[in-house]
Nanobody, 116 residues
Framework: VQLQASGGGSVQVGESLKLSCAVSGNLDKVSGMGWYRQAPGQQREVVAVLTSSGSTHYGDAWKGRFTISRDSANNTMYLHMNNLKPDDTAVYYC???????????WGQGTQVTVSS
C-alpha cells in the first residue's frame, strides 16, 4: 500500500482545512485507514480511523470538529478539519490500520499550523 498525504497549510484559529490521502495498492490485509498526528515534542497519536466496514472513530480532542471520509472511486481518504485551534498544530499522517506490522504503511506527513 502506498499513501500520499497533502493539503496541509497555515491557517487562522477557527478556519478549516481538508487533508487528502491518495491510496494505491491492495488494502485486503488491513482493517482500515486512519489519520495520525505528531505535535512538536509529543508522541504520535491517532486522530481518526475509518474501518473497512465504514465505521469511524475519533480521538476525544477532535470529535465534532474533524470528519474522516473516503472516496472509493478516487482512492482517496480525507480529513475535514473544522474550527481549528492552535493545539491542532502538528504534522498529520495518513496510515493503514493497524499502523504497525507487516502490512502497515504510512504516507509522508503534511504540516498543519494554526495561529491565533
Amino acid at each position: 500500500v502506498q499513501l500520499q498525504a497533502s493539503g496541509g497549510g497555515s491557517v487562522q484559529v477557527g478556519e478549516s482545512l481538508k487533508l487528502s490521502c491518495a491510496v494505491s495498492g491492495n488494502l485486503d490485509k488491513v482493517s482500515g485507514m486512519g489519520w495520525y498526528r505528531q505535535a512538536p515534542g509529543q508522541q504520535r497519536e491517532v486522530v481518526a480511523v475509518l474501518t473497512s466496514s465504514g465505521s469511524t472513530h475519533y480521538g476525544d480532542a477532535w470529535k465534532g470538529r474533524f470528519t474522516i471520509s473516503r472516496d472509493s472511486a478516487n482512492n482517496t481518504m480525507y480529513l475535514h478539519m473544522n474550527n481549528l485551534k492552535p493545539d491542532d498544530t502538528a504534522v498529520y499522517y495518513c496510515a493503514t490500520v493497524p499502523a504497525v506490522g507487516p502490512f502497515a504503511s504510512w504516507g509522508q506527513g503534511t504540516q498543519v499550523t494554526v495561529s491565533s
